[in-house]
């Protein structure tokens, strides 16, 4: 899955779909997808990032309690 940086606009492979749609978990790992080589694998924080239109993520997947605000 492709999100993008709110930062640099760059479009970032999403290795684990499980841990980004786990609220408990706060980083998850992708590779940059900037240049003609392939990146190394960095760990961004799912506060840092986008759908690649521009939408924000699902609350339930950033927060475990979303359901009691």
């Not at 492979?13 to 190394?40: K, V, W």
Request: charged share 25%; aromatic share 6%.
């Amino acid at each position: 899955m492709l999100l993008k940086s709110k930062e640099t606009g760059t479009l970032i492979q999403i290795h684990d779909t499980e841990s980004l749609i786990n609220p408990n978990q706060h980083e998850i790992s992708g590779q940059d997808q900037a240049g003609q080589e392939e990146q190394n694998t960095t760990t961004y924080s799912k506060e840092e990032l986008v759908f690649p239109s521009g939408e924000s993520l699902p609350r339930c997947w950033l927060d475990a309690n979303y359901t009691k605000a």
